[in-house]
């Protein structure tokens, strides 16, 4: 059964960095892409990007300028940081895994930008 | 950008009811479209993909269609587990969901 797990800060200070890793079981990384998707509160879901498990990304272009992924694969997970954050990136941060479509999905971490 | 249009915002149905959801897109996406649900306090579900295929253990009252532009998710016969919210989500361009349906009990 293949299960991720996001991990990572749980309060980011304005202008810092937003850094979450996901820890994938269940299946090897190999030949998959993975994704960072976030919701704030109330409000519908964002695609922030993806990576496949070469390195090779594919980034959403509102965010490309703040947004890396990266992936280690000996420790089955991979990682998303976003820089310069604002009161507006605080969300539900999900990692899932991309065949085309987002199948299956972390849990979720609460993510909140404040000083 | 693909904007993907939900109708209607909010469905009042009650248990054994049809529900019927729509998602638009503003060109064409093929069949490149894919159906969520998501409970409260719990991440999104895949349900169907490319439009009309059923992701295995998805009950059989799920179905979607549509192509093109114009899709639709239905609910044949409401559960009490299906209220939830449902996105749209394609992949054609980018990827990018739809704002969402809201299914509740009437």
């Known amino acids: 059964q293949v299960q991720l797990q996001e991990s990572g800060p749980r309060l980011v200070k304005p202008s810092e960095t937003l850094s979450l890793t996901c820890t994938v079981s269940?299946?090897?990384?190999?030949?998959?892409?993975w994704t960072w998707i976030r919701q704030p509160a109330g409000k519908g879901l964002e695609w922030l990007g993806r990576?496949?498990?070469?390195?090779?990304?594919n980034y959403n272009p509102s965010l490309k300028s703040r947004v890396t992924m990266s992936v280690d694969m000996s420790k089955n997970h991979f990682s998303l940081k976003l820089t310069s954050v604002t009161a507006a990136d605080t969300a539900v941060y999900y990692c899932?895994?991309?065949?085309?479509?987002?199948?299956?999905w972390g849990q979720g971490t609460q993510v909140t930008v404040s000083s | 950008e693909i904007v993907l249009t939900q109708s209607p915002a909010t469905l009042s149905l009650s248990p054994g009811e049809r529900a019927t959801l729509s998602c638009r897109a503003s060109?064409?996406?093929?069949?490149?479209l894919a159906w969520y649900q998501q409970k409260p306090g719990q991440a999104p579900r895949l349900l169907i993909h490319?439009?009309?295929y059923r992701v295995t253990g998805i009950p059989a009252r799920f179905s979607g269609s549509g192509s093109g532009t114009d899709f639709t998710l239905t609910i044949s016969s409401l559960e009490p587990e299906d209220f939830a919210v449902y996105y749209c989500?394609?992949?054609?361009?980018?990827?990018?969901f739809g704002g969402g349906t809201k299914v509740e009990i009437k």
């Open positions: 989500q394609q992949r054609s361009n980018w990827v990018t």
């Open positions: 490319d439009a009309s």
């Open positions: 269940g299946v090897s990384m190999s030949s998959y892409y």
């Open positions: 990576i496949y498990s070469s390195g090779t990304t």
């Open positions: 060109q064409s996406i093929s069949t490149l």
């Open positions: 899932a895994r991309d065949k085309a479509w987002f199948d299956p």
